[in-house]
């Protein structure tokens, strides 16, 4: 099934499901007012419980939605879409708890309970019928039948692939290569099995001939599905995009757009300016500590590699003598990481108030306002030294450029500076990358604040 298709229909699934989802809870109203089971009248008229309705119609799908459910095979096996469904109808039934004891609806406990059993089997239906429905036009007339246009191997391989059921609703009922075949043998095929679709791969093969191909198609009134895969890539995910009217194919190995990136600039800048408005006293203590203990700037500003190496200039408070960067060279041999990037245990140039604001990471701080101005985030690889980005000896370690630079990441949290490896800190980088999501993001915030609270592997 196409994307553009399992996307519309998982839409109409997720309507489906908040209306589902809905008329059980007003179900369960209505079985829990019958007078054998409230003799009393003790349950409101169900106008009273329209709030809740608010509640769980438009929450049903995004609970549905973290449990895997949209997500599972289009034949998937049925215990596992009985095990989701029970989850999410568990969690939704949590939620309205929690609302009833914040409204004192003490009588309602009974709908809930009767708002489980009822979701689960009327969503379960629902589930059924599209599962008989999609074996019942499953054969051969219920198909889109699908021309292959590519080489024999090509062909092979999709087959294999319609013969596990990935691809569901599809029916190859042809294949030729136009290295051997002219197009008019495409147009022949087109009208011999009145097909619906052309699947092109245009590996070995020119591409003024798939172009004339799609010509013949386009004349035919019939869909071309061209294969994005004729470059071998190894890390970079294939999408499709449009610049300026013109389609774009896009290989990224980065965080794709989506609701996550959206959320997760929600995330940085609400975060930073909360966390700036209250820790805003103790950097002021911090800076009149710097200012007091030694001679120099309150701030240690340094050009590090931001998105895509992009310099900027990132904010501390000094915690080091003022004339820290020309010593650098002369502890070059104590240096304990290994790699292009410089830490030293108990390093000379460090200040005493600077040994504590580095235990605690308030000399940190000043980086919020990196993340207020876009230039960092809260989560994300830790921004280096322009001079250590250029002294990079694999070329792969760039990688970790590919996203904004944060606060803290996996480095942190997995023992902050006692990481001595520079390959396994770039290690950790990419394994933020390439797992990255909103509530990874969240993750590592809330255990970066047991590592910062502990002091562990500060230096």
């Excluded at 079985?31 to 929450?59: C, N, Q």
């Amino acid at each position: 099934m196409l994307r553009r298709r399992r996307q519309l229909h998982t839409q109409v699934q997720k309507l489906l499901d908040a209306f589902l989802f809905g008329l059980s809870f007003f179900l369960a109203h209505w079985f829990r007012t019958w007078p054998g089971l409230d003799p009393e009248h003790k349950i409101a008229d169900f106008s009273s419980y329209a709030p809740y309705l608010l509640m769980v119609v438009p929450l049903a799908p995004a609970i549905l939605e973290l449990q895997g459910f949209y997500q599972r095979a289009h034949m998937g096996a049925r215990r596992q879409t009985l095990w989701q469904l029970s989850r999410a109808a568990a969690w939704m039934a949590l939620l309205v708890v929690a609302a009833l004891f914040l409204r004192k609806e003490e009588g309602a406990r009974g709908v809930v309970a009767l708002f489980i059993p009822l979701v689960i089997f009327l969503v379960w239906i629902k589930e059924e019928i599209i599962r008989h429905s999609a074996m019942s036009i499953g054969g051969e007339a219920g198909r889109r039948r699908v021309i292959f246009v590519g080489a024999d191997a090509d062909a092979r391989q999709l087959e294999q692939t319609l013969g596990t059921g990935a691809l569901g609703g599809v029916q190859l009922v042809a294949r030729l290569d136009l290295n051997r075949d002219p197009i008019g043998r495409l147009v022949d095929l087109l009208h011999e099995h009145s097909a619906n679709a052309v699947i092109v791969s245009p590996r070995n093969t020119l591409f003024g001939t798939i172009e004339e191909a799609i010509h013949a198609c386009e004349l035919e009134g019939v869909e071309v599905w061209l294969f994005a895969d004729f470059f071998k890539t190894r890390l970079a995910q294939t999408t499709v995009d449009e610049l300026a009217g013109h389609p774009m194919l896009v290989f990224a190995t980065g965080p794709r757009a989506s609701w996550h990136s959206v959320a997760k600039g929600v995330l940085d800048f609400v975060g930073a300016l909360v966390l700036v408005a209250l820790t805003s006293w103790l950097m002021v203590l911090a800076a009149i500590a710097v200012r007091l203990s030694s001679p120099g700037p309150v701030m240690f500003r340094q050009r590090r590699a931001g998105l895509n190496g992009r310099p900027f200039g990132m904010l501390k408070f000094r915690s080091m003598v003022s004339n820290a960067e020309q010593l650098k060279q002369e502890l070059a041999a104590l240096n304990e990481m290994t790699g292009p990037v410089f830490k030293v245990t108990n390093d000379p140039r460090v200040t005493r108030v600077g040994r504590i604001l580095r235990k605690w990471s308030l000399d940190e701080l000043p980086q919020l306002f990196n993340v207020l101005r876009g230039e960092m985030s809260l989560v994300g690889p830790r921004p280096l030294p322009l001079d250590e980005v250029a002294r990079f000896d694999d070329p792969a370690h760039r990688r970790r450029l590919s996203v904004k630079p944060g606060l803290t990441c996996l480095w942190q949290i997995s023992g902050r500076n006692d990481v001595r490896d520079f390959t396994e800190w770039v290690r950790l980088d990419l394994e933020y990358i390439d797992n990255w999501s909103i509530w990874l993001d969240v993750e590592i915030l809330l255990r970066t604040v047991p590592a910062v609270f502990s002091g562990a592997g500060a230096k």
